[in-house]
């Protein structure tokens, strides 16, 4: 017995002294894992921003250790990390290091690469990462952080269809409204943008400014640096090359937006004209009579009778044909709803044709009641743009066409009164798709990505319409406007408010070659006498009108 104690003393001994002698060998069959374990752990984890993940492989607590992740993301904007692990090399008793390639995808600025290293040591029987700011970058300290300085390339230019700039202020009123303005971004800005922003930064503020700022203002040259306390730099780590901006060329015609100026010039009320290229779509014109509101894109008005181009567009795909014999009377009902006409006016028996071009609700709303009902005119309405989304460019209301509630809501809308609304673009994109036969959904910058796709009208359809339309321009409702040969139209006249007696938006749409048009005059009253006055100054105003 004395003489296997002694054995077994000695074998330990002799295990002791080698781990003396041996250097790391102790932590070599003592140490759970190994570094390059831990170290595959913890750059994964980086990796994927698993904060707690790689805290848990950390040899003690470091102060700043979060704070320098966090500046990864939100200082350098990285929008992901790779990390790829090198070699693990032994670096004395219980020590390792570990080399990397890190790769930081940063928004706007692009992929920048650099190499580091883990160290790491044995603590507690495990591999772990001696953790300092270097272990993030080899230049940084606890005093130093990293960061991005920019340098922006000049601004591109907005341009009309000519490639004449209009973004300099000198364009009108109208046009800086569809333009924006420059403006110094905010914090708020800088988090929406991107960490290649700073606050004071020049940025597009509304219109097509705020909406193509990323292709206008180009990619700042950018610099990944080591900033001091007080956030200067004071090393540079890398340079990014930045791009010029792109010009946004949009589709407004100079010709044609100084010709809708000079048509609302002098209105006493507010006044808006949008006009558009049938064949396109494309916006040709937006002119407000008066600054602020954008009522011309973003209005909500009711359309009166205006939208008896939409109702007639059903009516006529119904069966009912433009010759086909109708009642005006002065007065009808529909579902208990009592209808008038303008002025109370009264025409007897007529053609549907005639009762277009007199604009005879008591006409068009029984008609509407016997062959629409059942979701028929929303869908008409559809077609001819109503409840379509736009894309523009710039802020734009859509149409608004709820379905009727029963006969009396149907009747109302079937005139364009009711819970209907639409902007002077909207009513302008109907008199487009009656010229071209499509409405196309309308745009102020060619090419851009269109959420609604065109669609075609019944060839029938459309051939009646264009004959009613100009119905409305020989002997008809703006027989007297002074409409220039060759123009088709419906004026509008559409009561809004509450009270015995209700004011009236004057409103006038048409078309004439490859230009389609609205105008809307707020409380002016009789489409006739006051909207299509101002469509027959604009169309004479166009050059070759």
Same mark, same amino acid.
């Given at each position: =017995? ?20 041996? %250097? ?8 759970? +894992?190994? #570094? ?10 980086? &990796? ?9 492989? !950390? ?15 939100? +200082? ?42 883990? /160290? ?8 772990? @990462?001696?953790?300092?700011? &270097? ?39 109208? @046009?800086?409204?569809?333009? %924006? ?9 800088? $988090? ?32 990944? @640096?080591? $900033? /001091? ?10 340079? =990014? ?23 609302? /010039? ?7 004209? @949008? ?20 009522? #011309? ?38 579902? +208990? ?26 006409? *068009? ?6 062959? !629409? ?41 079937? *005139? ?32 851009? $990505? ?17 004959? =009613? =339309? ?5 002997? +008809? ?28 938006? #004057? ?9 389609? *048009? ?13 909207? &299509?006055?101002?469509?027959?100054? *604009? ?7």
């Amino acid at each position: =017995m004395a003489r296997g104690r002694t054995i077994v003393i000695v074998s330990a001994a002799t295990v002791l002294a080698a781990g003396a002698a041996g %250097g790391g060998a102790y932590y070599v069959l003592h140490t759970r +894992g190994s #570094a390059a374990e831990t170290a595959r752990h913890f750059t994964a984890a980086w &990796a994927r921003g698993d904060l707690a993940a790689m805290r848990a492989d !950390l040899a003690a607590a470091a102060p700043g250790f979060e704070t320098a992740y966090r500046e990864q993301r939100d +200082g350098l904007g990285a929008q992901h990390v790779r990390v790829t692990l090198g070699p693990v090399t032994p670096a004395g008793d219980g020590r390792a290091k570990a080399a990397y390639t890190a790769t930081l995808g940063l928004k706007d600025v692009g992929d920048w690469t650099y190499e580091g290293s883990l /160290d790491l040591v044995v603590r507690d029987r495990h591999w772990k @990462v001696a953790w300092t700011p &270097a272990t993030v970058h080899p230049a940084l300290t606890a005093a130093t952080h990293l960061g991005l300085k920019t340098s922006w390339p000049q601004r591109a230019a907005i341009e009309d269809a000519t490639g004449a700039r209009i973004d300099q202020g000198d364009a009108g009123g109208s @046009v800086q409204q569809l333009v %924006g303005y420059l403006d110094k971004a905010t914090g708020k800005d800088v $988090t929406r943008l991107g960490p290649a922003y700073r606050p004071g930064d020049a940025i597009g503020r509304s219109g097509l400014q705020q909406t193509f700022e990323k292709k206008l203002a180009g990619r700042p040259t950018t610099r990944v @640096v080591v $900033t /001091d306390g007080s956030r200067k730099a004071v090393r540079t780590l890398a340079t =990014m090359e930045g791009a010029a901006g792109a010009a946004v060329r949009t589709s407004l015609d100079p010709g044609a937006q100084r010709a809708a100026v000079r048509a609302v /010039d002098g209105v006493d009320k507010p006044a808006s004209l @949008v006009a558009i290229r049938p064949s396109s779509g494309e916006i040709l014109a937006v002119v407000n009579s008066q600054g602020g509101f954008n009522r #011309a894109l973003d209005g909500r008005y009711p359309p009166g009778s205006t939208f008896k181009v939409v109702t007639a567009a059903g009516l006529l795909a119904e069966g009912v044909t433009a010759r086909q014999t109708v009642t005006c009377p002065k007065k009808a009902n529909v579902g +208990g709803l009592p209808i008038r006409n303008s002025e109370h006016e009264s025409f007897g028996s007529l053609s549907f044709l005639d009762s277009f071009a007199h604009s005879c609700n008591t006409t *068009f709303a029984p008609l509407a009641a016997r062959h !629409l009902t059942g979701g028929k005119l929303a869908q008409v309405a559809g077609r001819l743009g109503f409840n379509q989304p736009l894309s523009i460019g710039v802020p734009a209301t859509r149409g608004s066409m709820p379905d009727p509630t029963g006969p009396a809501d149907l009747a109302a809308e079937s *005139f364009g009164q009711g819970r209907i609304t639409a902007s002077p673009l909207v009513v302008a994109s109907v008199a487009a798709a009656v010229a071209d036969g499509t409405w196309r959904p309308p745009t102020l910058v060619p090419g851009l $990505t269109q959420r609604a796709e065109p669609r075609p009208l019944p060839e029938k359809v459309v051939r009646d319409l264009r004959t =009613m =339309m100009a119905a409305v321009v020989t002997k +008809g409702t703006a027989r007297r406007a002074g409409l220039p040969a060759g123009t088709a139209g419906k004026t509008g006249t559409a009561e809004f408010g509450t009270g015995p007696k209700l004011d009236s938006h #004057a409103w006038f749409m048409g078309y004439r070659g490859d230009v389609a *048009f609205a105008v809307v005059v707020e409380g002016g009253g009789m489409g006739g006498e006051v909207a &299509a006055p101002i469509a027959a100054r *604009f169309l004479r105003a166009l050059p070759g009108g």
